[in-house]
């Protein structure tokens, strides 16, 4: 009988349920309404970093789950580096916008943190999904079932880029042209000193060090693993 690779099945079925939670938690904010989403105009959802890292992550689930299937019949599938690469990247995303959600924006929320955790996180199964469920589903299966990833740690500065360019979109689109509002309550000022690039400096440095922590974490349990396989 053929042996199954656990790790593999697990993460398909991870892959599975968070390709299925990000789609239903799209079609959940633009068919019941989305509560952050400007004059009720739901295209407005693409300007959110949250709603472009999800469908990011969502987007690299898919892919993760085709390799997952084709690897339960061919065990020597190798999944291409550059895969592995956007998959970490994607991760990171949405763990900024976890991070973001849970230690800045509920608890500063206008009428309260009690408040600010329900809207942001259980409002709706969008809010839940976006903001909380994929976020922590990538983050588990990017530690401890990706073991073909065989990232480097200089592969962690790709993990940078989305938070980076959305970062300077935002700036141009909230400081510069002032199309957006300040959805993120970003453009802080301190005693006349804005410190909005502070902050921008502050996350990439976060994204960077997920991603190495990430790789790191991974490259432990994938040791681990072999041991044992051994």
């Known amino acids: 009988m053929k042996k199954i690779n656990k790790p593999n099945l697990f993460d398909l079925i991870l892959n599975l349920v968070l390709f299925i939670f990000v789609v239903?938690?799209?079609?959940?904010?633009?068919?019941?309404?989305?509560?952050?989403?400007?004059?009720?105009?739901?295209?407005n959802l693409m300007r959110y970093f949250t709603t472009l890292s999800n469908l990011f992550l969502g987007l690299t689930a898919f892919y993760m789950l085709v390799f997952n299937i084709i690897k339960l019949f061919k065990k020597d599938?190798?999944?291409?580096?550059?895969?592995?690469?956007?998959?970490?990247?994607?991760v990171v995303s949405t763990t900024i916008t976890f991070l973001t959600v849970f230690c800045f924006l509920a608890p500063t929320y206008q009428t309260g943190a009690k408040d600010g955790f329900y809207f942001l996180v259980g409002s709706t199964f969008?809010?839940?999904?976006?903001?909380?469920?994929?976020?922590?589903?990538?983050?588990?299966?990017?530690?401890?079932?990706?073991?073909?990833?065989?990232?480097?740690?200089?592969?962690?500065?790709?993990?940078?880029?989305?938070?980076?360019?959305?970062?300077?979109?935002?700036?141009?689109n909230v400081l510069g042209t002032k199309v957006w509002e300040d959805f993120y309550h970003f453009n802080i000022v301190i005693n006349g000193f804005p410190i909005w690039w502070v902050i921008l400096i502050?996350?990439?440095?976060?994204?960077?060090?997920?991603?190495?922590?990430?790789?790191?974490?991974?490259?432990k349990i994938r040791d681990k693993f072999l041991k044992t396989k051994d």
């Open 77 to 90: 599938a190798v999944l291409p580096k550059v895969l592995c690469v956007i998959r970490l990247t994607a």
């Open 202 to 219: 502050l996350m990439l440095v976060v994204s960077l060090g997920l991603g190495f922590g990430y790789i790191f974490l991974n490259a």
């Open 24 to 43: 239903v938690g799209l079609i959940d904010q633009i068919v019941f309404g989305v509560p952050f989403s400007s004059n009720g105009n739901q295209i």
């Open 126 to 172: 969008g809010m839940f999904s976006f903001h909380c469920f994929s976020p922590i589903l990538g983050i588990v299966g990017v530690i401890f079932f990706e073991h073909e990833s065989n990232l480097k740690k200089i592969d962690s500065l790709f993990a940078m880029l989305p938070t980076g360019l959305y970062g300077i979109v935002y700036c141009i």
